[in-house]
T-cell receptor
Framework: GENVEQHPSTLSVQEGDSAVIKCTYS??????FPWYKQELGKRPQLIID?????GEKKDQRIAVTLNKTAKHFSLHITETQPEDSAVYFC?????????????FGQGTTLQVKP | EPEVTQTPSHQVTQMGQEVILRCVPI?????FYWYRQILGQKVEFLVS????????KSEIFDDQFSVERPDGSNFTLKIRSTKLEDSAMYFC????????????FGQGTRLTVV
């Protein structure tokens, strides 16, 4: 069945350090991989996404890498700041024929210590 | 910036009662979704909806659940006879296209069944 595994479940880093969150997916037909950030009491918000035709995408301090062969994708946050503290969710979705369903990972609680 | 809006933010209901969770998707979006998140667990897909019909539903979305777009703006999730295990945060989401595109989430409705 469709499944996304996300690790670690919690991550604590010092301000300025990098943070890496990893996800693996089971459905080989997946070709869209968004990352959502959810601050306490707020809605999940898309921070970056990647489609299967590229291996890496960057947006300022965040980047996502995708290894389709290994069915693995990762979120990299550099120069972390206290405001990066939140829960991060990875997700996977099929493309063609997809109804838009997202399969989410379990979430990673990132704490950035000042 | 347009947002998905959900009401109420918190609903407490007696077991066996019917509840209706309401969502107003972003106005030019065509695809609508409900997800739920039981406390401490991952976000789970419930149902996708397009062109006034269900596109896909998960195993969770049994006969106790129904969705409706009663007018041009609202999208509702009804739970006919609530159970304790229905207690969760319910998120509505919408997107312009299906698949490979950002899904915008509402802030959620916390449903507590007592």
């Amino acid at each position: 069945g469709e499944n996304v595994e996300q690790h670690p479940s919690t991550l604590s880093v010092q301000e300025g350090d990098s943070a890496v969150i990893k996800c693996t997916y089971s459905d080989s037909a997946s070709n869209y991989f968004p990352w959502y950030k959810q601050e306490l009491g707020k809605r999940p918000q898309l921070i970056i996404d990647i489609r299967s035709n590229v291996g890496e995408k960057k947006d300022q301090r965040i980047a996502v890498t995708l290894n389709k062969t290994a069915k693995h994708f990762s979120l990299h946050i550099t120069e972390t700041q206290p405001e990066d503290s939140a829960v991060y969710f990875c997700a996977a979705s099929r493309g063609s024929g997809n109804t838009g369903k997202l399969i989410f990972g379990q979430g990673t609680t990132l704490q950035v210590k000042p | 910036e347009p947002e998905v809006t959900q009401t109420p933010s918190h609903q407490v209901t007696q077991m066996g009662q019917e509840v209706i969770l309401r969502c107003v998707p972003i106005s030019n979006h065509l695809y609508f979704y409900w997800y739920r998140q039981i406390l401490g667990q991952k976000v789970e897909f419930l149902v996708s909806f397009y062109n006034n019909e269900i596109s896909e539903k998960s195993e969770i979305f049994d006969d106790q659940f129904s969705v409706e777009r009663p007018d041009g703006s609202n999208f509702t999730l009804k739970i006919r006879s609530t159970k304790l295990e229905d207690s969760a945060m319910y998120f509505c989401a919408s997107s312009v296209y299906r698949g490979n595109t950002e899904a915008f989430f509402g802030q959620g409705t916390r449903l507590t069944v007592v």
